[in-house]
DNA sequence: TATTCTATCTATAAACT
DNA sequence: TAGTTTATAGATAGAAT
């Protein structure tokens, strides 16, 4: 951009990072717009901002709405019998949520202790913050792994980044399909969208 | 733009119109995601376009979809004004669950990339095996950590002072023993430790 | 703090391959 | 039809106000 690039990443100057959102924001509904003229297609815009109150939304939220009932008529999915029984359904959905919430917390712990690892490796957080036992989890780790990383470093002082492998791969990957490929023969398949079964949700 | 001006308006001419779609769709995408980066915010893309079979959506389709619910709530909340006090209470009760379980998927997603490019770099994994949107993801991630990663190679290459830490902290372990102190021996006589290495040629 | 300015970076329409 | 190049319009980070 102007006077100095800035690294695409969390920017931790509040000041900066407050207007950088304001002005980006601006721009991107600008966008939207533009494509949406200019190519005649149906889009919507919605950024979450935790610097203003109300989020934004493009056009309007309730043409942004109407969007999504768009598609929702299109793919014939929408109309859904009034819910009986709400309350019955409402204490049901709160007990799945909830164990839902604690496997979520369960996984978390183990990924942070992995993640915690490496960020001792990067020299990203001080060892003196470790807990004993954090420790021995970390030695244990690292030992464990000395093998395979020595063997790593060879090669990876022999080629080049890492980066270029991947890139090498996308190729191969991009005729396989993701999971976003997946969930779009789903929808063309005749199922449930993921984007319209929005009243299922509350 | 470029070598001529267009005019806001719907283009008329068929193939100029469908270039024009297609740029303009990766330009949104990319900025969105600038955005969402930059400064931590909620956000996803979605554009039907009448060009491509599938819909582009961006980050995922899941994660649009968390951020949907959201608006939805969000815009639909007057709906349920009339409500008795119990449901209100218990649909409060799922907002506030769904949002702190948005966020635990959002963090675990998170370290969940964190991991899996470790797990790359160590050769765990295949790349073969990642989604194209994971290996767009895992990229990211790589180029963002290699600038730190290279001011570590230097610092290294100098001077250790992370081995001042690690023995300071260890001496506390020390009292539980192990074979942890045979590798603090190692440090103290002046060796590279162990995890360093990584490091060095990451 | 917000607005405006400006130098620079990014996006992209058209040409080219 | 799709990818690359080029020249220009647009977006924007930091400074000035």
Same mark, same amino acid.
């Given at each position: 951009?102007?006077?100095r690039k800035i690294k695409l990443a969390f920017i931790?100057?509040?000041?900066?990072?407050?207007?950088?959102?304001?002005?980006?924001?601006?721009?991107?509904?600008?966008?939207?717009?533009?494509?949406?003229?200019?190519?005649?297609?149906?889009?919507?815009?919605?950024?979450?901002?935790?610097?203003?109150?109300?989020?934004?939304?493009? /056009?309007?939220?309730?043409?942004?709405?109407?969007?999504?009932?768009?598609?929702?008529?299109?793919?014939?999915?929408?109309?859904?019998?009034?819910?009986?029984?709400?309350?019955?359904?409402?204490?049901?959905?709160?007990?799945?949520?909830?164990?839902?919430?604690?496997?979520?917390?369960?996984?978390?712990?183990?990924?942070?202790?992995?993640?915690?690892?490496?960020?001792?490796?990067?020299?990203?957080?001080?060892?003196?913050?470790?807990?004993?036992?954090?420790?021995?989890?970390?030695?244990?780790?690292?030992?464990?792994?000395?093998?395979?990383?020595?063997?790593?470093i060879q090669l990876l002082n022999s080629s080049p /980044?890492?980066?270029?492998?991947?890139?090498?791969?996308?190729?191969?990957?991009?005729?396989?399909?993701?999971?976003?490929?997946?969930?779009?023969?789903?929808?063309?398949?005749?199922?449930?969208?993921?984007?319209?079964?929005?009243?299922?949700?509350?």
């Open positions: 951009m102007p006077w931790q100057n509040d000041a900066a990072r407050k207007i950088a959102y304001k002005q980006r924001k601006r721009g991107i509904m600008k966008k939207v717009k533009k494509l949406s003229t200019l190519c005649d297609v149906a889009a919507c815009a919605i950024v979450y901002g935790p610097y203003d109150p109300n989020s934004e939304v493009w /056009p309007s939220p309730s043409e942004a709405k109407s969007v999504l009932e768009q598609f929702r008529s299109f793919t014939e999915m929408g109309r859904y019998n009034k819910m009986v029984n709400q309350e019955e359904f409402l204490i049901e959905k709160i007990a799945k949520l909830k164990e839902k919430l604690n496997k979520q917390v369960r996984e978390n712990q183990e990924k942070e202790k992995t993640k915690l690892m490496f960020e001792c490796l990067l020299g990203q957080k001080d060892l003196n913050d470790l807990s004993l036992e954090t420790l021995g989890d970390l030695e244990w780790f690292v030992n464990s792994k000395m093998e395979v990383i020595q063997d790593r /980044p890492v980066v270029v492998v991947v890139a090498a791969t996308r190729d191969e990957v991009n005729s396989g399909g993701g999971d976003q490929v997946e969930a779009m023969e789903a929808v063309h398949a005749g199922k449930q969208p993921w984007f319209l079964d929005l009243n299922l949700k509350l």
